[in-house]
């Protein structure tokens, strides 16, 4: 089986900073694409940040130049850095992990539990 943990949520202030982490642990073979998702109240669940195993990042326009996605591939953990938070970016942000597991054939995509960012004065 295959976990995702992820911490570093919480209340901050307009113009303040976050840093989330997700730890993936398990049977893992490969992981191919790490990223984070964020579902504000009332709104779909949308891409915030996504990087694969070669390094390329994709953002959504909304946080680019805000925010920046990192990995660190031998502790299979991803980190958001989110800078200069804005109102809008409140929202419940989860963890999306696709790799391979041991001994099985094809990819597989997991998620975290969802860690809650809140912005506001």
């Known amino acids: 089986q295959v976990q995702l943990v992820e911490s570093g949520g919480g209340l901050v202030q307009p113009g303040g900073s976050l840093r989330l982490s997700c730890t993936s642990s398990?049977?893992?073979?490969?992981?191919?694409?790490m990223a984070w998702y964020r579902q504000a109240p009332g709104k779909q669940r949308e891409l915030v940040a996504g990087l694969t195993s070669g390094g390329n990042t994709n953002y959504a326009g909304s946080v680019k130049g805000r925010f920046t996605i990192s990995r660190d591939n031998a502790k299979n953990t991803v980190y958001l850095q989110m800078n200069r938070l804005k109102p809008e970016d409140t929202a419940v942000y989860y963890c999306?992990?696709?790799?391979?597991?041991?001994?099985?054939?094809?990819?597989?995509?997991?998620w975290g539990r969802g860690s809650q960012v809140t912005v506001s004065s």
């Open positions: 398990g049977s893992i073979s490969r992981i191919y694409v």
């Open positions: 999306n992990t696709d790799l391979q597991r041991v001994g099985r054939i094809g990819r597989d995509t997991f």
